[in-house]
């Protein structure tokens, strides 16, 4: 393990130093000018298709807008919101939350391209539902077979397996911290938990997501709040501190501003997925009038992701003052010590509850990333997802008895190859995504209070199948 851990570590040292940290922060700001600055101009309009979203109905196995964004926010909404921000503070030091908020800040114009793309090249399944993400815009618009199925091939792996063995790992850890509960039990009961959702499909994928989701984030956060009034006369101090740190690192940061940068992108990216390919897959599965729609809500999920859940945690261990820059204690076991110091013993438990759903729930969304990607490759689909969801099940159970630093390492590998394919997909394609937004805001422009798409307002139209002709045509015809 210790050679397959050194062997990984020196991959990621070229991959995210010399590679990904130019290509995904160059393109996301060529996003962010191509499209006018979307994060920040759309923000009314991504709030109030939000809380619209909320309350419209589907019919059948539908899923809404609303849903698809509680699907993707469950798996961005995990372990990196708490362990990952630890991690990022102890290794990168306080500065590190200052680039989270900074790569979060050009990943929402990212988020929006990839999954407005999402939504335009998305394919009728049946019953007035969709399925589409990378894989299938890469094939059917870019012409890329080959990469398609590689893209395919990696989003199952990294997300279905590598990641949720980070969850598995990251709920083993606090459990163990709060109620001493060894790691070989707890393997065997998320196992099992496991093994039950995943086999009953993407409706009750959809239906445990949009329940967890809410209560997770809404608990975790007023514990977050409440630990920023109670230091409330340390918060100027913290904000100068996330600032200075974020371009003079202290001493403690090897390799100073290059680590405290690339720490910062590393957990941020893990956290909010924008780039990965990931949110494109639940995105392309909603029903909307306009591909647009989904895109700005996706978008604005990068920013609950990061500037709010991610920016909670580090309140919590920035204020509390429980952690050391290059320490030992880091993870879920410095988030736990530092709400411990606010709110009493039982914190440690309160935490390790909040970590299951998290974590849990992205379990499941992960899981949903790998289905809809293994359904893309042709053969006798069904062995392929039974074989699949027992991979889950195993990687479940590894990452719960593995060390923290093999599991976390793997994920930025993967993560690192995973962007990289997207992103070259998306940087082809992003035009067609930039027509859609022209379109959609002409309506808006013209008094059309809900925008509707026809895909002749693009340059092309080669590779869409669901609009306009969702119940009768198909990537064959």
């Given amino acids: 393990m210790e050679a397959l851990h050194g062997f990984i570590n020196a991959i990621n040292t070229v991959l995210w130093s010399y590679v990904l940290i130019v290509v995904l922060v160059g393109i996301g700001i060529w996003f962010t000018l191509r499209t006018k600055f979307v994060q920040v101009r759309m923000l009314p309009e991504m709030l109030r298709l939000l809380t619209e979203g909320m309350g419209s109905k589907t019919v059948d196995k539908q899923i809404s807008t609303f849903q698809a964004f509680c699907v993707s926010t469950a798996s961005r909404v995990g372990v990196g919101n708490i362990a990952g921000v630890a991690i990022a503070i102890v290794t990168g030091g306080p500065g590190a939350v200052f680039w989270m908020w900074a790569i979060a800040f050009i990943g929402c114009a990212t988020g929006f391209v990839e999954s407005t793309l999402a939504q335009i090249y998305k394919l009728p399944r049946g019953n007035g539902t969709f399925h589409g993400g990378p894989a299938y815009y890469i094939q059917n618009a870019l012409k890329k077979p080959g990469v398609a199925k590689l893209f395919a091939l990696l989003i199952s792996v990294t997300f279905g397996l590598i990641y949720n063995s980070v969850q ?20 065997i009961i998320l196992c099992v938990l496991t093994a039950l959702v995943i086999f009953g499909g993407m409706t009750r994928i959809a239906k445990v997501a949009e329940l967890l989701v809410p209560v997770m984030a809404g608990v975790y956060l007023l514990a977050a709040f409440i630990v920023f009034v109670t230091c409330i006369d340390q918060v100027p101090a913290m904000f100068a501190l996330i600032f200075h740190d ?8 090897g390799g100073g501003l290059g680590t405290a940068i690339l720490t910062g992108v590393k957990r941020g990216l893990f956290s909010n997925e924008a780039g990965e390919g990931s949110v494109p897959n639940a995105a392309a599965t909603a029903t909307t009038t306009h591909p647009v729609k989904q895109g700005l809500v996706q978008s604005f999920g990068v920013y609950v992701d990061t500037w709010i859940v991610c920016t909670a945690t580090a309140f919590i261990i920035l204020l509390t003052g429980q952690y050391t820059v290059g320490g030992e204690l880091t993870g879920i076991a410095l988030a736990q010590k530092s709400l411990a110091l606010n709110f009493g013993a039982w914190a440690p438990t309160f935490l390790s509850i909040v970590v299951f759903m998290f974590a849990f729930s992205s379990i499941v969304g992960n899981y949903y990333y790998g289905e809809i990607n293994i359904s893309f490759f042709k053969g006798n689909t069904k062995l392929y997802l039974l074989l699949f969801r027992c991979f889950v099940i195993f990687m479940v159970f590894f990452g719960s008895l593995a060390e923290m630093g093999l599991v976390w390492d793997m994920a930025d590998l993967f993560m690192g190859f995973l962007c990289l394919t997207n992103l070259y997909a998306i940087s082809q394609l992003s035009k067609y995504a930039y027509a859609a937004l022209k379109d959609y805001l002409a309506q808006k422009s013209a008094g059309i209070k809900d925008p509707t ?8 139209d080669t590779g869409i199948y669901a609009w306009g002709m969702e119940k009768t045509r198909t990537p064959e015809e």
């Fill in 168 to 187: 598995a790992n990251t709920i083993a850890l606090s459990v163990e911290t709060a109620f001493g509960l060894g790691h070989m039990t707890t393997a």
């Fill in 246 to 253: 974020a371009f003079t690192p202290q001493a403690a940061v």
């Fill in 453 to 460: 798409f026809d895909p002749k307002v693009l340059p092309d």
